[in-house]
């Protein structure tokens, strides 16, 4: 298993090409399903999730093509047909999102029957909403033995879907099936997040019709058929707020480019609040902290606009130096807080209670061996480890594979000392 080793203590100087987003990604790539023409989804970023994702794809009759294209990596992506409906417990439960095949197998092909995906660390993360929209849908839903068995015999039929509160995966698995549907589908509290305008442009390109979508009332008129099309994945900016709070945490100045500074407003003026500065660009924006400590501030998680659950953990590690108490709130998953401990490993004080952790700032982190339990908490070690005095070395790196892509790479270019120490292959992939 890899490990990451940083030596804390050099700031951060230079550029780092966000990547495109792995959250968009892994359903863009689901709605290729839903077409007997190519799909090629430029911007693409090459991590353990697309990787899963396509394996998947592959089993169920997708030609995955991952190729160089003149903006660079891409991934075309052709099921002439479906070959298997099926979608096996070993690949759901190796990420989640798998989950996303079901709707577009049903709307494609009239039944399915993919693994429900289990907990995760994050928290129990059930799927009953995803599974009352597509029943909303006209499909027929059994569980059995950990599978969702579904049937459409007679096809799906728009509806009318109110979510009693905001589901981003259920949105994008709603949309994902209602393209197809026939008649008019309206999803009432939607979620709002970017990766939702960008699959549903991304649909639209592919002729279908769905309108609101960035707002929490999505229209969807279901059309015959789809087509393929070309799509560029939008920026990932949970990447690009991760690097904007390790170039707030090392200091020094660094220019992440291939962004959009409006889509990680809440975190800028948070770290513009925390004492660093921020400069808004056409293709990015400019992180710059020179000398002075930052001062504590307080976070609540929300859905989007609001300050994103996936950028908590690295505002805490954020947090763990700064000067003052932090409150740091996480209001969308019940069990976010597994860091906290791995932080505690560098000398962070932290009270974890309920959905609340308090962090009182200290001088200095210290190196130390952690252990990452989810993505965002691995990335959120790594941030730490780069002011810890002494060395960190963070285990369980195959979390931060799933998500971030060239990680050491882009640290080292701005000045980090940051290297992987390679170990044995693992598989264990949990969330
Ligand atoms: C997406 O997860 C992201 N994952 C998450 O990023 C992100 O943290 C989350 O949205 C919130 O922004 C992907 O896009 C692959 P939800 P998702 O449905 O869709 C509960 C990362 O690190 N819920 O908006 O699963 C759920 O348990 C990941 O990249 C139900 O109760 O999130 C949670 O408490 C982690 N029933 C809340 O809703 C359901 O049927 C919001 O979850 C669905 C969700």
Known sequence: MDRIAIVGGAPLNGVIQISGAKNSAIKLMAASLLTDEPL???????????????????????????????????????????????????????????????????????????????????GARPVDLHLKALEALGAQIDLHEGYVYAQAPRGLTGAEITFPFVSVGATEHAMLTAVLARGETVLANAACEPEIIDLAECLNKMGAKVSGAGTPVIRIVGVDRLSGATHAVITDRIEAGTYAVAAAMAGGEVRLTNTR???????????????????????????????????????????????????????????????????????????????????????????????????????????????????????????????????????????????????????????ANVRRIKGAATAEIED
């Open 40 to 122: 090629r989804l430029t911007n693409m970023p090459r991590l353990a999730d697309t990787r899963f994702l396509g394996t998947l794809l592959t089993r169920l009759g997708t030609i995955v093509d991952e190729r160089t294209g003149d903006a660079g990596a891409e991934t075309l992506l052709h099921t002439p047909e479906i070959v298997s409906s099926f979608a096996p417990y070993d690949l759901v439960r190796q990420m989640r999102a798998s989950f996303n095949v079901l709707g577009p197998l049903i709307a494609r092909t009239g039944q399915a029957k993919v693994s429900l995906p289990g907990g995760c660390t994050i």
């Open 261 to 415: 500074a409006d889509l990680i407003e809440a975190l800028l003026l948070k770290i513009e609040e925390a004492g660093a500065e921020v400069e808004r660009m056409d293709d990015g924006v400019i992180i710059r902290r020179n000398g002075a400590r930052l001062k504590a501030v307080d976070i609540d998680t929300g859905v989007y606009p609001g300050f994103a659950t996936d950028l908590q953990a690295q505002f805490m590690a954020l947090m763990t130096v700064a000067e003052g108490e932090s409150t740091i709130r996480e209001h969308i998953f019940e069990n976010r807080f597994m860091h906290a401990p791995e932080l505690a490993r560098l000398g962070a004080d932290i009270t974890v209670s309920g959905g609340e952790a308090r962090v009182r700032g200290i001088d200095m982190l210290e190196g130390a061996q952690v252990m990452a339990t989810d993505l965002r908490a691995s990335v959120s070690l790594v941030i730490a480890g780069l002011v810890a005095r002494g060395e960190t070395v963070v285990g369980r790196v195959y979390h931060l594979d799933r998500g971030f892509e060239r990680l050491e790479e882009k640290l080292v270019a701005c000045g």
